[in-house]
């Protein structure tokens, strides 16, 4: 009688492994903060380029279109000569490998580890797939907030003054603008993406301390509360406080962990137990979960508008599951190995930039909003 092999995996075929590793990972995908505003164009939120060719080293080119702006030639006045060159922007980012270990502990003791049941693997990769979407959550985040080493081009900073409507107000105005930032001069308004409805906005992702602020100031209750707000993907974003003009202010979870390096630090410098934002400690110059810092001290709270193309998501060879015992098979490891880098949209103009809308070095689709504790 044939045995049935449906629930074991065969960890000698790359294809069988490879699959049920990306299996898991989609399974997991719903749970990020960014899943609904993830995308394979520049018109997401988070533009996400996939090259399963790139390994360590290779780089993965994201491309932008610019629109035409020129003069337009008046009666009988040449026009031969006089055409307007397309602009033309890109950027690119070198994929690193990454990889996400956990000890399996002594409990394959007395099995074939190269013969393990899919339960025990499937446990594996249940938690290591978690892990990955908080890893990538956070990157993206410490992204946005200038914490990679790409410090903010343009920032409103509040200081003291109240989080409220009116603070809210001023945020849209120099948006729509593309004036009136207290870090960066003028700019091109980022491009706001479109919901499902088609409708432009902005997204504005705030810690729990600044939606406390804008919660216990005057006026927060004029705020329109719209739970059907959709994203690029149609699922309902979570965490929403309101929406006010173009701008749908979301709360995102405060970070909690530890991060061992100082700024900038790399997407493997910290060890991430929830994924969200950092504050910043005036007083010892460090962010949430390095050494030093202390919610008792000084902070200055940092959130981030975002427009359509306002982070880069690079993903080069396929995610895998590997795994190793030692001690004569009593103990072993399995991994997640992941090819990938984040960073915000900071665009090289391959002709010219723009005379007043500038576009090229500046971070393309994110203004980041600071706030006194």
């Known amino acids: 009688m044939a045995v049935n092999q449906t629930a074991v995996v065969d960890i000698s075929s790359d294809l069988v492994r490879k699959k049920w590793v990306r299996e898991g990972l989609i399974q997991k995908a719903s749970e990020s903060i960014f899943a609904p505003y993830m995308g394979n164009t520049p018109d997401a939120i988070v533009y996400q380029v996939n090259n399963t060719n790139a390994a360590e080293g290779h780089t993965v080119v994201f491309d932008f279109d610019g629109n035409i702006a020129g003069r337009a030639i008046k009666g009988k006045d040449a026009a031969t000569g006089k055409g307007i060159q397309k602009k033309k922007f890109s950027d690119k980012i070198t994929v690193e490998r990454y990889r996400m270990v956990v000890n399996n502990g002594d409990k394959f003791d007395g099995k074939n580890i190269g013969d393990l049941s899919i339960n025990e693997h499937a446990d594996s990769r ?33 200081g003291a003054n109240d989080f409220d409507i009116n603070a809210l107000s001023k945020i849209e105005t120099a ?24 409708k432009n906005m902005w997204l504005f992702f705030v810690d729990a301390f600044m939606a406390a602020k804008l919660k216990e100031s005057q006026g927060y209750q004029s705020l329109v509360y719209n739970a059907d707000v959709r994203g690029n993907n149609n699922r309902a974003i979570s965490g929403i406080i309101g929406k006010l003009g173009n701008l749908i202010i979301v709360e995102v979870p405060n970070f909690m962990g530890e991060t061992e390096a100082g700024k900038p630090w790399g997407l493997n410098d910290s060890s991430i ?58 103990n072993s490891e399995s991994a997640l190995e992941v090819w990938t880098n984040v960073q915000k949209t900071r665009l090289l103009a391959e002709n010219e930039d723009y005379a007043m809308a500038k576009v090229a070095g500046i971070d393309f689709g994110i203004v980041c909003v600071d706030v006194d504790k």
């Open 126 to 158: 249940t938690k290591l797939a978690d892990q990955y979407i908080r890893f990538k959550d956070q990157a993206l985040i410490d992204a946005a907030q200038g914490n990679l080493g790409q410090d903010p081009t343009h920032i409103i900073d509040l």
């Open 175 to 198: 948006l729509k603008t593309g004036t009136g930032f207290t870090t960066g001069g003028t700019r091109r308004p980022p491009k706001p993406f479109k919901t499902m409805d088609g």
């Open 273 to 330: 137990e929830i994924a969200g934002m950092r504050q910043y400690d005036k007083d010892t110059d460090t962010w949430t979960g390095q050494e030093g810092f202390s919610f008792d001290d000084n902070l200055k709270l940092r959130g981030f508008v975002m427009g359509a193309g306002a982070l880069q998501l690079a993903m080069g060879k396929m995610p895998d599951y590997k795994y190793q015992s030692y001690d004569f098979d009593i």
